[in-house]
């Protein structure tokens, strides 16, 4: 049936291809959600895959759909992931240069500054990835637990507790020398 549903595809029956959607639509929410953690950006990712997909399926070669399936969901939202860690760095640096430029530091100062967060930053990315988000959210990004909470659809205790761990597992493992 997979095979047939396939072919019309590729044929341009376009019933065949929502067939297709409907039938695996939450087997890739799921992969992608595993890899995102996030219900906005896997439903977003999900659209995203079927329109890869449609594309990508005239050089489908009968290797195993669920497996090419799988293949292409979980890129694309390894992907996704990517750009969304660029794009949240890329702020960070941009509002660094502008905090640095409207300060009247000296030369000195300003380097120190920098080469301390580049060590908080490096600190930041050795966390637990379910701690890294919390942390970077809240203290670099200034958010609060409410717009966490509204980004990561979850509790907003779910994001005080997180954070709080987040800061347990710090003091736990570093000491104030690790950044001096």
Known sequence: MEQALIEKVKAGDEHAFRVLVETYRNFVFHSVYAVLRNQKD????????????????PQYENQGFKTWLTRIAVNHAIDMRRKAY????????????????????????????????????????????????????????????EQMAKEQ???RETVATKLHRARLWMKKRWKESDFL
């Open 42 to 57: 896997a439903e977003d990712a999900t659209q995203e895959v079927f329109l890869k997909i449609y594309l990508s399926l």
């Open 86 to 145: 660029r794009q949240r760095e890329e702020a960070a640096e941009d509002f660094q240069l502008d905090t640095n430029m409207r300060s009247e530091e000296s030369v000195p100062d300003q380097v120190a500054k920098k080469e301390m967060q580049r060590i908080v930053r490096k600190r930041i990315d050795e966390l637990p990835e379910n701690y890294r988000d919390v942390i970077y959210g809240f203290y670099i990004e200034e958010k609060t637990y």
């Open 153 to 155: 659809n979850v509790k």
